[in-house]
C-alpha cells in the first residue's frame, strides 16, 4: 500500500518526517461533508470526550465509520483492533467499507496531547496490514494527520496511532478518522456511493449546527444531521457521556450526570469548533443547536450554562424541569395503582382512548372549525364525569369512579404534601390518549406512566432509586411527597436541571432561542413550557408587562402547537422543522422551517412570526395547513377554505 502523510498545523516547516503545512483551499473550495457525530466523556475529572466522525452525501444513507476514539485520555482497550505481530501499545480506527484495491483514498486523523510535547507513531495498514509507519511531533493544540492512500488489497483499511511508540494513558487526545475527498466505494445499502467535492449546493455555509438527543439514550439523530449536512452546514453530536439507553450508567459514577446534563454538550462543541476551524481554515461563523425532548433540554441547559456555545437555538419539547418531570411519572404511576399494588392499573391503557376521544368531540371547535385537533386545551371545559358508569359495575364505554379520580388526579399533577404546591404541572386535555403515530400501542399517558419494559415499576424508577437514594431496594410507595422533595433538590437537582430563567448573557451575546412545545404532549407536561417563558418574562426590564414581553420576544420565542404529542406527531400539524425529529416540512423556507426561521434571525435580524405547520399524510401529500403563533397568542378561523393557514389569524386569547 502507497501512504503518504502530511501534517496540517499553526505554522510551516518540517517536523522529523511529518510534512507540516496550512490548508491550501478555503472552506469554499472544500466538501462539507464532515459530520462530528459521537462524543463520549470519559468518567474522569478530567471529562475528555471520546468521539467519531460520519460521512454524509446527498442521497445516500448516514454511514459511520466504526470503531472511533476521539478526545479521551485514552487506555488501549482489550478489543482495539491490534492484528496479530502488532504492538499493544497503540489503539486504532477501522473504516467499514472496504477499499478497493487500485484506489486512492484520503485519510485524517486529529491529534493533541494535553501538555508539553509528545512524538507518536501513525500508520495506516490496508486489509493485507501493509503499510509506512510516520513518526509526527505533537502539542496542545490540534494537528491535522492527512493520510493519502492507495490500496493494494481489496478490504477495510485500519489507521493506528501510538504503535510501536512509548506513551501512557493520558498522553494522547485523538479524533477519530475520517475520509475525506474523493471517496468511492462500491456497495448498495448503507455505504456511501460517492462522497461529493465541492458544487454548488455542497459548499459550507460556515455554520454548525449540533443536533440534540432524546430520553437518557446514547444514539445520535442521524437523519437530522443529514438534513443539516445537505443544508451545507457542519453537523455536531453527542451520545453524551455514555453508552445505551439504561440510567444505571451513572452508578459509581456521578460526575457521568453532569455529562449528560451538560458538559458532554459544551465540550463536544468546542471540539467541533476547533476541527471545523482546523479543516476549513475558518471558524464557524454560526452556531447553532436544535432539539426536542432531552435535545430540548440540552438546548436550554446551553443558554443557561454556556451561553456562548451557540448563537441560535431551537429547544422543542424541553423537559427541562427535569427531576420533576420524573416525579410526575412516579406521581401517574401510584395515582394508577391500589395502594401498594403493582400488579393492577385501575385505568387500564385502553381506557385512555375513551377520553381522548371524548374530550376531543367537545373542545375541537373552540378555534372555530371541526378539524379533530384542540387548538387551545386551556379553552376547553370537559367534565369527566361525564364518562361516569351508571351502574357501580365497570365497562369499556364507560369510567368508574376509581378510574375518574385517578385521571382526574393526573390532570392535576404532583404536589408537595406539605405546602399544596404544584411540584410540576399537570396534563392537557387531549393528551391522555393522543394517539402520535398509526401504529403506537401505547397511546398518550400509557407510554410513561409506567416502564414499558417493566410496567410494575413507575417510569425512570432509576433515576431516584440511584441517582437520588442509591438504593437498588428503594420503594416507590414509601416516598414522602414533602421531605423526598429536598433530597432530590440536594442531591442531584442544581446540576440536573435547566429551570434558571436568567438569560441574561446569552441574550448579552445576542443569542436567539426558538422553543417549541405540543399541547398534547404526553410526556412533558404543556404548561411547563409556558412556565418556563413566563419565567424568563417576568425576569425582564420594563416597567409594564408589554414593554417585558417585547424585551424578552427579541431573543425569545415560543411556539404552542397544537395537536401535537411529544415532539412529533399526533392529530394537528406538526411538520414544521428539518431541524428536529420527525418534522421535516413540505417546504424549507422561513416560513415553513423553523431551523430556516432561526437562521434568518441569527443572521439578518428578521425575527420569526407565525410559522406555518403542516399535516401530511403517509405521502407526504398536505391535508391541511395551520398558523404556528408566537406565544401568548392562539390561531382563530376567520373564513375561507379549512385547511389553509391564510384562514386562520393570530390573535390574543
Not at 459511520?64 to 487506555?75: D, F, P, S, T, V
Amino acid at each position: 500500500m502507497v501512504a503518504d502523510l502530511h501534517q496540517h498545523g499553526d505554522a510551516f516547516g518540517v517536523a522529523g518526517s511529518c510534512n507540516r503545512r496550512r490548508l491550501g483551499v478555503s472552506a469554499e473550495e472544500l466538501p462539507n461533508g464532515i459530520v462530528i457525530n459521537v462524543i463520549v466523556l470519559a468518567p474522569d475529572a478530567q471529562y475528555k470526550p471520546d468521539a467519531g466522525l460520519s460521512l454524509v452525501a446527498e442521497g445516500v444513507d448516514v454511514f459511520e465509520i466504526g470503531g472511533m476514539i476521539a478526545n479521551e485520555k485514552y487506555a488501549p482497550p482489550a478489543e482495539a483492533l491490534v492484528p496479530t505481530g502488532s504492538p499493544t501499545d497503540c489503539f486504532a480506527f477501522q473504516q467499514g467499507p472496504a477499499m478497493v484495491a487500485g484506489q486512492t483514498y484520503t485519510y485524517s486523523v486529529y491529534l493533541k496531547v494535553p501538555s508539553g510535547t509528545k512524538t507518536i507513531n501513525i500508520s495506516v495498514q490496508d486489509a493485507g496490514n501493509a503499510g509506512p509507519v510516520h513518526s509526527c511531533a505533537l502539542t496542545t493544540s490540534w494537528q491535522r494527520f492527512v493520510m493519502t492512500v492507495t490500496a493494494t488489497q481489496t478490504g477495510a483499511v485500519k489507521i493506528f496511532v501510538g504503535g510501536n511508540s512509548t506513551w501512557t494513558a493520558g498522553e494522547v487526545d485523538a479524533w477519530g478518522a475520517q475520509v475525506e475527498l474523493g471517496l468511492q466505494t462500491p456497495g448498495p445499502g448503507g455505504q456511501i456511493d460517492y462522497f461529493p467535492t465541492t458544487s454548488a449546493a455542497q459548499v459550507s455555509t460556515r455554520r454548525l449546527h449540533m443536533v440534540g438527543n432524546g430520553a437518557y439514550s446514547s444514539n445520535i439523530y442521524y437523519a437530522q444531521m443529514a438534513a443539516r449536512i445537505r443544508a451545507g452546514d457542519v453537523a455536531v453530536g453527542t451520545d453524551t457521556g455514555h453508552q445505551g439507553s439504561e440510567l444505571t450508567f451513572a452508578v459509581g459514577h456521578p460526575e457521568r450526570i453532569v455529562d449528560f446534563a451538560h458538559r458532554a454538550v459544551h465540550e463536544s462543541v468546542l471540539a467541533a469548533k476547533s476541527i471545523a476551524n482546523l479543516y476549513y481554515g475558518a471558524a464557524p461563523a454560526f452556531s447553532y443547536f436544535s432539539g426536542c425532548s432531552t435535545g430540548g433540554y440540552q438546548a436550554l441547559m446551553a443558554a443557561q450554562r454556556h451561553p456562548q456555545d451557540f448563537d441560535g437555538i431551537i429547544a422543542g419539547d424541553p423537559g427541562n424541569n427535569r427531576s420533576n418531570l420524573n416525579l410526575a411519572f412516579l406521581w401517574n404511576f401510584l395515582s394508577n395503582h391500589p395502594r401498594g399494588d403493582n400488579q393492577h392499573q385501575i385505568v387500564p391503557n385502553e381506557k385512555l382512548l375513551l377520553i381522548n376521544r371524548a374530550v376531543v368531540a367537545s373542545c375541537d371547535r373552540t378555534d372555530g372549525v371541526a378539524d379533530g385537533v384542540i387548538n387551545d386545551p386551556r379553552s376547553c371545559h370537559f367534565e369527566l364525569q361525564s364518562l361516569k358508569c351508571r351502574k357501580d359495575g365497570d365497562a369499556p364505554d364507560c369510567l368508574t369512579g376509581a378510574q375518574i379520580d385517578a385521571v382526574q388526579r393526573m390532570y392535576a399533577g404532583p404536589k408537595d404534601a406539605r405546602t399544596g404546591k404544584a411540584i410540576y404541572p399537570g396534563y392537557t386535555l387531549g393528551s391522555e390518549g393522543v394517539v402520535a403515530e398509526e401504529d403506537d400501542t401505547l397511546p398518550g399517558w400509557s407510554g410513561y406512566w409506567a416502564n414499558p419494559q417493566q410496567p410494575t415499576e413507575p417510569q425512570r424508577a432509576d433515576f431516584l432509586r440511584y441517582w437520588v437514594f442509591n438504593d437498588p431496594h428503594w420503594d416507590w410507595w414509601k416516598f414522602n411527597w414533602g421531605s423526598d422533595i429536598d433530597v432530590i433538590d440536594r442531591t442531584v437537582g442544581t446540576v440536573f436541571n435547566a429551570t434558571s430563567t436568567d438569560l441574561h448573557e446569552f441574550q448579552s451575546h445576542r443569542g436567539k432561542l426558538i422553543m417549541f412545545m405540543g399541547w398534547q404532549d404526553p410526556v412533558g407536561a404543556a404548561a411547563e413550557a409556558i412556565n418556563y417563558y413566563d419565567g424568563v418574562e417576568a425576569r425582564a426590564s420594563g416597567s409594564t408587562a408589554s414593554e417585558r414581553r417585547k424585551q424578552t420576544q427579541s431573543f425569545l420565542r415560543l411556539y404552542m402547537v397544537p395537536g401535537m404529542a411529544h415532539c412529533a406527531g399526533g392529530p394537528g400539524a406538526t411538520h414544521f422543522s428539518t431541524a428536529t425529529r420527525d418534522s421535516e416540512p413540505p417546504v424549507s423556507d422561513a416560513q415553513h422551517d423553523m431551523a430556516v426561521a432561526l437562521q434568518e434571525w441569527v443572521e439578518r435580524g428578521v425575527a420569526p412570526d407565525a410559522l406555518i405547520a403542516t399535516r401530511l399524510d403517509n405521502n407526504r401529500q398536505a391535508l391541511f395547513q395551520r398558523p404556528l403563533c408566537v406565544y401568548p397568542k392562539v390561531a382563530r378561523y376567520r373564513g375561507g377554505p379549512t385547511e389553509a393557514a391564510t384562514s386562520f389569524a393570530c390573535v390574543s386569547p
